[in-house]
């Protein structure tokens, strides 16, 4: 059994940073992909930014050069730093891992996700 432990989130004002991480446990295929999706009230989940085992990275354009994913692989934890938020940066911030089988299955697990409110 897979579980993701996220910290971090909370109230800040707009130019303000925080910071957020997660922490995996259980039988993880090193070979993953770890991030940080989204969900605004009333729109969609969307992808914040992922980054593999590798290091390859993958940002959302509205957060470029202001969010910095990273990762430790040793530790299974991810880490997104958040600068310069402004208030669209609202939302419920979910960690996210995935991997895909030796069969072409992916397996995806999802943090409960702590709330970002940014205040204008």
């Known amino acids: 059994q897979v579980q993701l432990m996220e910290s971090g989130g909370g109230l800040v004002q707009a130019g303000g940073s925080l910071r957020l991480s997660c922490a995996a446990s259980?039988?993880?295929?090193?070979?993953?992909?770890m991030g940080w999706y989204r969900q605004a009230p009333g729109k969609q989940r969307e992808l914040v930014a992922t980054?593999?085992?590798?290091?390859?990275?993958n940002y959302a354009d509205s957060v470029k050069g202001r969010f910095t994913i990273s990762r430790d692989n040793a530790r299974n934890t991810v880490s997104l730093q958040m600068n310069r938020l402004n208030p669209e940066d609202t939302a419920v911030y979910s960690c996210?891992?995935?991997?895909?089988?030796?069969?072409?299955?992916?397996?995806?697990?999802w943090g409960q996700g702590p709330q970002v409110t940014v205040s204008s």
């Open positions: 259980g039988s993880i295929f090193s070979g993953n992909a």
């Open positions: 996210h891992l995935e991997w895909t089988t030796g069969w072409g299955v992916t397996v995806a697990y």
């Open positions: 980054i593999t085992s590798g290091g390859s990275t």
